[in-house]
């Protein structure tokens, strides 16, 4: 009868575990950080973070958008000031964005006043 009791505890525990691993979204984060010439002018500046703030609204396969400026105090920013954080659900919507006319037309803002671009992606882990 133990054994019976010990079993079913360890289906019912594998069956949860299973189950609450199939209802995590798998998400994919989209990292872009910027750092601008010296030359640039703050109006061009601004022009292009409103043109990234408003890509989800142009581009709804975009699950989230936040963005920031830097203010660390440790000063390991490397020239990189601005800080913007997409959320995909595919790699196949990561790319579309990244084809998408309104992402091309934001990126012909950035060759006369980007110094330093990094980007990083990878699937969010917990």
């Not at 084809?99 to 699937?123: C, E, M, N, Q, R």
Request: charged share 25%; hydrophobic share 45%; with cysteine.
């Amino acid at each position: 009868m133990m054994k019976k009791i010990l079993l079913f505890t360890a289906l019912i525990v594998f069956t949860a575990s299973t189950l609450q691993s199939q209802t995590v979204k798998k998400e994919l984060r989209h990292v872009v950080l910027f750092g601008w010439k010296d030359k640039a002018d703050t109006a061009s500046i601004n022009k292009a973070v409103e043109a990234f703030r408003k890509l989800p609204g142009q581009i709804k396969i975009i699950k989230n958008f936040e963005w920031g400026t830097n203010n660390s105090p440790e000063k390991l920013n490397n020239g990189l000031t601005h800080c913007f954080l997409l959320t995909f659900a595919s790699e196949k919507d990561r790319d579309d964005y990244l084809v998408h006319p309104s992402h091309k037309a934001f990126t012909a803002l950035l060759p006369g006043i980007l110094d330093k671009v990094t980007v990083l992606d990878y699937w969010v882990q917990q």
